[in-house]
């Protein structure tokens, strides 16, 4: 299996297990990602849902091969699916993120509820390298989270996020040292795992309750509409079948060192 499912006291944890590929979530991996996010929201014993990677790598696509097939984008496509299961989850998401999270693995970062990562991680948006446009409710949460220059900065133009910087912004709360990452991050889970459901979820329902959900259904919608659209056309296809552009990612760990990944690369499973 490439999701593997674990209950905790009062905590579901949802690991990503496909090494070979980098934990690139493929087609088969959304659907079981849904039903793993579905089995948590409807357990009563569960407060905190722990999305979770079991390497440092975490790319994500929606693109298996350079040629296109545009049914993995119509609206009841995995992906899609994804981000309305994330948008809909009553329970409280808390992501662990150890490496570097592209596409999808970072766009939905601000429509979980808790983000902590190791100070291995960076995120990166490299949508303008290959003429796409942005998922996951990034759109309109980047700049809500970011503010309107350093969301500009990560979508319009694909720059990368550090752990300092994600911190300083707010997508994340706390950033743990990478060698000891799992055994803090598992800690604090287990500490907020304690508390009163009932409470804390009511508490979730005032911050992000229907409203939020109806608005980030829409923008969803608007998104899905659009990236559809850039994918058929002539232009995007052609910057993804160039080998000759790369997308440029600033590792954190290495200040002053691009890490070079061909667009290709980036978007294969």
Known sequence: MSILTEKRVGAYWITLNNPPKKNAITKEMYSQLCAALDEA???????????VTTTRVAITSRRQQVEFDASELAHDAGYSQFVIKIIEHRKIL???VNGPAFGIAATTLCLIDYVVCSDSAYFGTPFPYIGVSPEGCASVMFEKVLGTSKASEAILFGEPISAADALKRGIVARVFPQAQFRKDAAALVEKFSELPKHSVLASKELMRGDKFRREMLAVHDDETRLIKKLFMDEKTISASCSNKKSAKVK??????VHEKHNILSIFRP
């Open 251 to 256: 590792s954190d760990t290495s200040p002053g």
């Open 41 to 51: 929201n409807g357990d009563e014993e569960i407060l905190i849902t722990v999305p």
């Open 94 to 96: 808390f992501a662990l």
